[in-house]
């Protein structure tokens, strides 16, 4: 009941707080983050984690249809296979490739 109640004044809080600052700073944080997700470096590195996230699911994929082998239901084995099809060189809502 406690952890309820400290949620219940910290979402109090924020939300005086947020009417407060009003819509401008509203548009100026928005403006910013805006700014930050165009960056090149920052574009670079968030491809660069995404690469890495599909080089290691891959590998997990991998490891784990090893294991499982036959056990695996088809239903799972198409899914995964559909979205591997999927996702292959295009783009996605980021802008990033798939690759």
Do not use: C
Not at 46 to 68: I, L, N, P, W, Y
């Amino acid at each position: 009941m406690r952890y309820r109640l400290t949620f219940v004044v910290g979402l109090a809080l924020g939300y005086v707080l947020g009417t407060r600052a009003g819509r401008e700073r509203y548009e100026q944080l928005k403006k910013s983050a805006r700014e930050i997700s165009q960056n090149p470096a920052v574009r670079n590195t968030v491809e660069s984690a995404t690469q890495q996230g599909r080089e290691v699911a891959g590998k997990a994929f991998h490891t784990v249809s090893d294991r499982v082998g036959d056990r695996m239901p088809d239903s799972v084995a198409e899914r995964v296979r559909s979205l591997r099809e999927k996702g292959q060189g295009t783009e996605d809502d980021w802008g990033t490739s798939n690759t």
